[in-house]
């Protein structure tokens, strides 16, 4: 079975600069994608940046960026520039490519920003 | 357009008693999931339907089922309720659903049950 850890409970930065959040993964499906998601107190599950396995290239969009490691099963985000808004739960998640549509999420690590 | 909605937005029940959350999927969308997120926890895949049809279950007791209308909206449903059943239940759409696609997934802001 696949499975998805975050291994950082929580993290804190301060406004305006870099911080990274890591996860791991296992799984030994060759086709798959992986997704960073942001849960503020909302509730609402919003995606964050996501990258499919078979692209080497890492994906970036605006202030996030991922770092993919495929042969060490990592995928960690990195949040540059923070932001207030930036604070949140922030969770990693696995999907295969074929079969069961299905996320399987990590534990979620709580990102504190400090002005 | 409306995102996902999902109805009520929380809800106080007893051991025992028997729940049905609802959801709405944004227009066009035909792929509806249901998950479930323990406090402190990430969130768990129960079900998936695509046109009315159940595409995936995931690991839950047969207390938990679910449906979809022709309108594409779900209803799921829990009987026999456990105080372990509490948590917010998220409902997320997607336009097909279909293996091998990355479509966009999404959320709504949840159903929040309380079971004493």
């Known amino acids: 079975a696949q499975t998805v850890t975050q291994s950082q409970p929580e993290m804190s930065v301060q406004e305006a600069e870099t911080v990274t959040l890591s996860c791991t993964y296992d799984?030994?499906?060759?086709?798959?994608?992986l997704f960073w998601y942001k849960q503020p107190p909302s509730r609402q599950m919003i995606l964050v940046i996501r990258q499919e396995a078979y692209k080497q290239q890492n994906a970036t969009e605006n202030r996030f960026s991922v770092n993919f490691q495929k042969a060490a099963k990592s995928f960690s985000l990195k949040i540059s520039d923070s932001q207030l808004g930036d604070a949140a739960m922030y969770f990693c998640a696995y999907r295969a490519g074929w079969g069961a549509q299905k996320l399987v999420f990590g534990q979620g690590t709580r990102l504190t920003i400090n002005p | 357009d409306a995102g996902v909605t999902q109805s009520p937005t929380h809800l106080i029940k007893t051991r025992g008693q028997q729940v049905t959350l609802r959801c709405s999927p944004i227009s066009g969308h035909k792929s509806v999931s249901w998950y479930q997120q323990v406090l402190g926890q990430g969130p768990q895949f129960i079900f998936q339907y695509y046109e009315k049809e159940e595409r995936g279950r995931g690991n839950f007791p047969d207390r938990f089922s679910a449906r979809q209308f022709p309108n594409y909206s779900s209803e799921l449903n829990v009987n026999a309720l456990l105080l372990g059943d509490s948590a917010l239940y998220l409902c997320?759409?997607?336009?097909?659903?279909?293996?091998?696609?990355?479509?966009?997934?999404?959320f709504g802001s949840g159903t929040q049950l309380s079971v004493l």
């Open positions: 997320a759409s997607r336009r097909r659903g279909a293996p091998g696609t990355n479509e966009k997934l999404f």
């Open positions: 799984t030994s499906e060759s086709d798959y994608y």
